[in-house]
């Protein structure tokens, strides 16, 4: 091989060197950019509820904020312990809300969370609370190190 040769691969080998640093550079600040974007893009501001008997359906109406700025979407699970600490499932697992369902959630009730539930059959009487896990993917971090929220909303289940 010739010199010239040499000084030309070594040219090369050093460019394709600079260009991977550059490009790993830039992969790891968005990694890190990614990671510090931690702050949950929905925020519960107060609520009521509209208790009812056990199996009948009940409302809770919240005032909430939720950042649209940032497109997240969001698999939450939804339970209702009685006033005996019993556990019901409300959600049947784990539900997934995309980007455009949250958007249209939005628009239509702008700034409320609003729903109903069926008080489950043999829920004690007395006040019980809905717990809502959520764990909310708003970039490619977050499909390994979701935001998690939990919401609690107390509901008297009436005799």
Known sequence: ???????????????????????????LLQLAAWSMESNPPFTLLAYDVRSAKAGHNAMVIARVIRDMKRNCS???????YDANGARFDLSEGSKHM??????????????????????????????GKIVTSLDYVCNP??????????????????P
């Open 1 to 27: 091989m010739t010199s010239e040769y040499m000084k030309r691969l070594n040219f090369f080998v050093s460019g394709v060197i600079l260009i991977g640093g550059f490009l790993s550079s830039i992969f």
């Open 74 to 80: 969001a698999d939450f699970s939804r339970f209702f």
């Open 98 to 127: 995309n980007i455009a369902a949250i958007a249209t959630m939005e628009r239509t009730t702008p700034g409320i969370l609003q729903f109903t539930f069926q008080v489950p059959e043999g829920a004690a009487i007395g006040t």
């Open 141 to 158: 971090w977050h499909l390994m190190w979701p935001i998690q929220v939990v919401t609690e909303f107390q509901v008297e289940v009436l």
